[in-house]
């Protein structure tokens, strides 16, 4: 058995236990990985306070997580045992019902189409950080089609996809300019990942802006108000569902390793860099206080658990095909 967070009915934080579960045995093209760090996101907690999906009770949240991998299942090509992986293991894409075990357990199994190799430069913690939020926020430029030399205007820079969404778009993406949102204790914070211009939202209103931008990319769900910084043709993208004006787009994030392999070099050489929270790392016994944390919305970067209880896995936990040679 292992210890994973979980939860039984529909509620706030405190209807999370940690209770005791059977270690997952990887299926065909899974991977059999003991977590090493995982990180929270929104929809963790939005899918615990009412049926976002449908789910079976017990539901152990957590979508994000940087490991190791122990065990395989047949058809696994690209990775073998103690390779250290990482990914966003619940693909909201593929119209299955979410895994029941998500990240807030020692051990998970996850396809390996939608994990990678964790950069050698990055901690377990730096790499968890990472899938979800970057998954999302690389979506947006392309649901905006995007291209270089244009500007941006970001609101929301300083949460987990908005900081991800800064640095993408000064550095990996060629914004000509790129103008950010924040509260003013953040405003430094969001200039060092890059924005040419930050907005203090304290300050000023959206239309006292000057200038009107190529894209708005708005991560908070404000496009009600924000729209007006847009220039008429341009598009506007909410991450937030519903989609908060008539001319903002909707857009998700799609899971895939290889999307996370293809910033592989722009992570190794620092161009994009995974952003924690300073309230954290959180303990694995701390994920009630991380949850409470996370839900005020006022995280700076990523809420990310770490360190996991760190056990060896008996040997005798057979894999699915040792299972089926039985
Ligand atoms: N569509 C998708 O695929 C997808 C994927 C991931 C996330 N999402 C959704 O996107 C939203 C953001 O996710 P996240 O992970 O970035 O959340 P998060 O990390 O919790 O965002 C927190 C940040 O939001 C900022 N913020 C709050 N109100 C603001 C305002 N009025 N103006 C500017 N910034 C403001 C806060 O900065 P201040 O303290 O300075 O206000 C804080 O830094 C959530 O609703 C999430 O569910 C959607």
């Not at 430029?141 to 030399?149: I, L, N, Q, S, V």
Request: proline fraction near 7%; include cysteine; glycine fraction near 10%.
């Amino acid at each position: 058995m292992q210890k994973a967070w979980f939860y039984e009915e529909y509620g706030p934080k405190e209807v999370l236990k940690l209770g005791d579960f059977p270690i997952p045995t990887p299926l065909h093209n899974q991977l059999q990985v003991q977590v090493r760090a995982a990180a929270l996101n929104p929809i963790d907690f939005k899918r615990r306070q009412r049926p976002i999906f449908p789910s079976d009770f017990p539901v152990v949240p957590g979508c994000d997580m940087a490991g190791v991998v122990i065990g395989k299942g047949g058809g696994v090509t690209k990775f073998d045992v103690g390779d250290e992986v990482y990914g966003n293991i619940q693909d909201f894409n593929a119209g299955e019902k979410l895994k029941q075990l998500g990240t807030l357990a020692e051990f998970i199994v996850v396809e390996e189409s939608l994990i990678a190799t964790k950069p050698n430069n990055l901690s377990f913690e730096e790499a968890a950080s990472l899938p979800l939020a970057v998954q999302t926020a690389i979506e947006g430029f392309k649901t905006a089609g995007f291209k270089e030399g244009q500007t941006v205007f970001i609101v929301g820079g300083a949460g987990g996809v908005g900081t991800l969404v800064v640095q993408l778009a000064k550095h990996l993406y060629g914004a000509s300019h790129v103008v950010a949102t924040t509260s003013t204790p953040k405003v430094e914070f969001v200039e060092k990942l890059g924005a040419d211009r930050v907005v203090d939202y304290r300050k000023t209103r959206y239309e006292d802006v000057d200038e009107k931008y190529d894209f708005l990319y708005d991560t908070i769900g404000d496009c009600n108000n924000s729209f007006v910084v847009a220039k008429d043709d341009a598009p506007i993208v909410d991450i937030t569902w519903p989609p908060s004006h008539p001319r903002a787009i909707y857009s998700s994030l799609t899971v895939c390793g290889d999307n996370l392999e293809k910033l592989r070099p722009y992570l190794e050489s620092g161009k994009l860099k995974a952003v924690i929270d300073p309230t954290g790392p959180y303990t694995f016994g701390d994920v009630i206080q991380a949850f409470g944390y996370l839900e005020t919305g006022r995280a700076r970067g990523k809420v990310i658990i770490s360190p996991f209880p760190s056990r060896h896995l008996p040997s005798s936990v057979p894999s699915a095909q040792d299972q089926c040679n039985i």
